[in-house]
């Protein structure tokens, strides 16, 4: 069975795109159609491959921003000006084109309503997600799989994105998130602005007594000061998971 799982994960799917759409100013949503495509959990990526017609190929990560129970697959790609895949993603493909794929990639940073189902809705752990940028993606297939299977657990989403025309997610949002501006809010903006830091964290996080499960995902900089700060925090480091999407430049 493991084994067939491994291999099922190696195995190149050719993937057509139906959709390229905008998701806000810097994000597009890219829906496809993916040949043999086994299901997936919340949380998990895929890798994406791109071959030149002279054979070079390039080769990146996605989280998968759909949940389980959409036949289609959805991914939210930034546009990273003068970079070698993401630009092509974005701004060239049209519906219509295959690319590669391979997945679903990854069991550690998934949370889904089946692995809570044994536990009784008033003795499970919550959910605390912690997003910067494009890193909410793993989160909204969460928070739509949650939402669809009316899952009970409390979940709160912390995220961080440098203005409200940067925030991905729409009404999957809802109450239990908080939505900080880097770069300047609108004048009617309510919420909070700044980087996230200890200081948010512990007006609009679980607090370490509640013993959440804490998932981070974003640019690498951003990953690595939130988790330092949910340790200074009190949180215990066996209890945060982390994706990092790499960078080492803007934290959003
Ligand atoms: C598990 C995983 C999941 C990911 N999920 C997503 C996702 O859902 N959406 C998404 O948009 N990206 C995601 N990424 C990042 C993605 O794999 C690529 O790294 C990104 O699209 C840049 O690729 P590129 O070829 O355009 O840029 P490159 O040519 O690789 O790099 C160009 C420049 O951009 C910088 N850079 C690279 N990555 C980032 C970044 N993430 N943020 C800021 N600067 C960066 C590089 O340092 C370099 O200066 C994920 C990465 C991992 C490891």
Do not use: K
Not at 51 to 66: C, F, K, M, V
Not at 76 to 102: C, F, H, I, K, N
Not at 222 to 240: C, K, R, Y
């Amino acid at each position: 069975m493991a084994r067939a799982a491994v291999q099922r994960r190696l195995t190149w799917l050719r993937a057509r795109l139906t959709d390229n759409l905008p998701a806000s100013t810097r994000v597009r949503r890219l829906v496809f159609d993916v040949d043999g495509w086994p299901g997936h959990l919340p949380g998990q990526h895929v890798d994406v491959r791109l071959t030149a017609e002279d054979g070079y190929t390039a080769q990146r990560s996605y989280s998968i921003a759909s949940p389980p129970e959409d036949p289609r697959l959805h991914l939210l790609v930034e546009d990273l000006p003068g970079g070698e895949v993401s630009p092509y993603l974005t701004e060239e493909m049209q519906a219509g084109d295959d690319l590669e794929l391979r997945g679903p990639i990854g069991g550690y940073f998934v949370w889904s309503a089946a692995a809570d189902a044994a536990t009784p809705a008033d003795r499970r752990r919550p959910v605390q997600l912690v997003a910067g940028g494009a890193g909410v993606s793993p989160f909204l297939a969460m928070l739509d799989h949650a939402r669809r299977a009316g899952d009970p657990t409390p979940v709160r989403l912390l995220y961080s994105a440098r203005t409200a025309d940067d925030v991905l997610g729409g009404d999957l949002l809802g109450p239990g998130a908080t939505v900080t501006l880097t770069r300047g809010a609108p004048p009617d903006w309510t919420g909070p602005t700044g980087r996230v830091d200890g200081a948010l964290l512990q007006e609009h996080a679980f607090p370490p007594d509640a013993r959440p499960r804490v998932f981070v995902c974003g640019p690498t900089v951003f990953v690595e000061t939130v988790a330092t700060t949910l340790v200074d925090l009190g949180h215990s480091p066996s209890a945060i998971r982390l994706e990092r999407f790499g960078g080492t430049g803007d934290p959003a």
